[in-house]
C-alpha cells in the first residue's frame, strides 16, 4: 500500500490546547515527538556550524564521520517537516537550547549518542499510547532510523557495539521531557501544553550518594535496562549495589518499590542516564556458560 504519510498523520488532529494532567492523545504525541525532532534539529544544525571538518579531523575523527553527521542532521530536519507538516496549525515551533556540554567535536558526538538513545526510547515508550494505527508506522518508522543513528555513533565512531542489550529502553513522556528539559532554556509562549513535567534532575555517584532537590525519604532508585527494571532502597540519600548494565540504561528515583508500577506517577527525580560500555577487547563481561 502506498500512502503519504503527512496525509495520514493530518486526518486525525486537531488544533486544541488543553489542560495538562489528562489522556494523552495522538496530537499530544505528535508534538510531543516534534518537541524532541526541534532538539535534535537544532542540536545538529548548531554544533556542525561550529565544528567545521578541519575541527573534526584535529579531534581525530576520519573524514566520513563529519559528512555522514550532516547526514543524520538532514533526517532530523525532514522529521521535523514531516510532524510539523502533520500538525499544521498545532506544530510546536522551536524552543532555545543550551548544551552547555557541549565544547568541541568529541563532546558533541558524545552528546549525539545519548540524544539519539534518549530518542529511541520516547519513540518506544510512546508506541504503546498511540491510537491511531498508522501513526504507529510513521513512529515506528523514524524510531528504527533513530536505533541506527544510535548504533552508528556507538559502533563506528566510538568501536563499541551498536546495541545496549537485547532489548531497547521505553521511557514515559515525562521521563524523556526531563532528560530533554535540561537541554530547553525557554520555549514560544504560543506553543502548545504538553501534558509532562520535568522531573527534579537526579544523580548517583559511583559510591551510591544520591544528588538532587526532591526528598529521598521513603524513595527507591529504580534502574531500567531494556524491559528489565530493578528496584533499590534509599537510605541515608545513598543506594547501595547497582547494577551497571551494559550500554545505556536509565535510574530514575521512585516512591514504588515494585518495579511493574513505576511510571510518571510516582517517580519524584530523574532519569540519570548511566553508560557502560561493553569492552569487547577484554571480554568484559567474560562469557558465562
Ligand atoms: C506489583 O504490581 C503488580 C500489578 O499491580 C502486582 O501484580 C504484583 O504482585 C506487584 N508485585 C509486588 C512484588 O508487590
Aim: aromatic fraction near 10%.
Amino acid at each position: 500500500m502506498k500512502y503519504s504519510a503527512a496525509a495520514v498523520l493530518l486526518a486525525a488532529t486537531a488544533a486544541v490546547a488543553l489542560p495538562a494532567k489528562r489522556a494523552i492523545s495522538d496530537t499530544d504525541i505528535l508534538q510531543y515527538a516534534l518537541t524532541l525532532e526541534h532538539l535534535e534539529d537544532y542540536f545538529y544544525h548548531n554544533f556542525l556550524d561550529q565544528f567545521d571538518q578541519a575541527a573534526f579531523m584535529a579531534a581525530g575523527y576520519p573524514d566520513w564521520v563529519r559528512n555522514r553527521v550532516e547526514n543524520i542532521a538532514q533526517h532530523e530536519a525532514q522529521h521535523v517537516a514531516l510532524l510539523s507538516g502533520a500538525l499544521g496549525s498545532a506544530a510546536t515551533q522551536p524552543c532555545t537550547y543550551a548544551f552547555p556540554g557541549v565544547t568541541d567535536p568529541v563532546s558533541f558526538m558524545a552528546t549525539a549518542t545519548l540524544i539519539e538513545n534518549v530518542g529511541v526510547s520516547a519513540y518506544l515508550g510512546a508506541a504503546s499510547s498511540i491510537t491511531e494505527a498508522a501513526y504507529v508506522t510513521v513512529a515506528g518508522s523514524i524510531l528504527t532510523t533513530e536505533a541506527r543513528h544510535q548504533g552508528w555513533f556507538s559502533s563506528s565512531v566510538d568501536m563499541g557495539p551498536g546495541w545496549s542489550g537485547p532489548e531497547d529502553t521505553p521511557l514515559d513522556f515525562s521521563e524523556v521531557y526531563s532528560i530533554a528539559s535540561a537541554f530547553i532554556t525557554s520555549c514560544p509562549s504560543s506553543n502548545p501544553t504538553l501534558p509532562v513535567q520535568a522531573f527534579p534532575a537526579l544523580s548517583i555517584a559511583a559510591d551510591g550518594t544520591i544528588t538532587t532537590t526532591a526528598s529521598t525519604d521513603g524513595t527507591y532508585v529504580q534502574v531500567i535496562a531494556g524491559l528489565i527494571t530493578d528496584t533499590f532502597p534509599v537510605s541515608g540519600g545513598k543506594v547501595a549495589n547497582l547494577p551497571a548494565p551494559q550500554g545505556i540504561s536509565y535510574a530514575v528515583l521512585t516512591t514504588q518499590s515494585n518495579t511493574t508500577l513505576v511510571s510518571d506517577e510516582n517517580i519524584v527525580a530523574g532519569p540519570f542516564i548511566m553508560n557502560n560500555p561493553f569492552l569487547s577487547k577484554f571480554a568484559n563481561p567474560a562469557p558465562s556458560f
